[in-house]
């Protein structure tokens, strides 16, 4: 059984940046690929970028050069950098596996991108 809790969204103003943290817990969290998603109210959970579990990395395309996924496997926790926030970054961000497991979805965490 894994756990996941998101922490870190809030309000920021454009051009500015926030760190995302995904707390799992269960001892399974070293053998998952882990990913962040995104979701604005009418529209698909997006895949925002992923890790594997030996550290690679993959970025959508608009957040190429401005988000930085790492991950702790020894602390369970998964992190999101998000630079130069744009207002369309504005959205509900989950982390999970990936691909997702339904059962995985926590609450997420509000990222709001305003002036």
């Known amino acids: 059984q894994v756990q996941l809790v998101e922490s870190g969204g809030g309000l920021v103003q454009p051009g500015g940046s926030l760190r995302l943290s995904c707390a799992a817990s269960?001892?399974?969290?070293?053998?998952?690929?882990m990913a962040w998603y995104r979701q604005v109210p009418g529209k698909e959970r997006d895949l925002v970028a992923a890790?594997?579990?030996?550290?690679?990395?993959y970025y959508a395309g608009a957040m190429k050069g401005r988000f930085t996924i790492s991950r702790d496997n020894a602390e369970n926790t998964v992190y999101l950098q998000m630079n130069s926030l744009q207002p369309e970054d504005t959205a509900v961000y989950y982390c999970?596996?990936?691909?997702?497991?339904?059962?995985?979805w926590g609450q997420g965490t509000q990222v709001t991108v305003s002036s």
């Open positions: 269960g001892s399974i969290f070293k053998s998952l690929r």
């Open positions: 999970n596996d990936q691909p997702p497991v339904l059962r995985y």
């Open positions: 890790i594997t579990q030996g550290g690679s990395t």
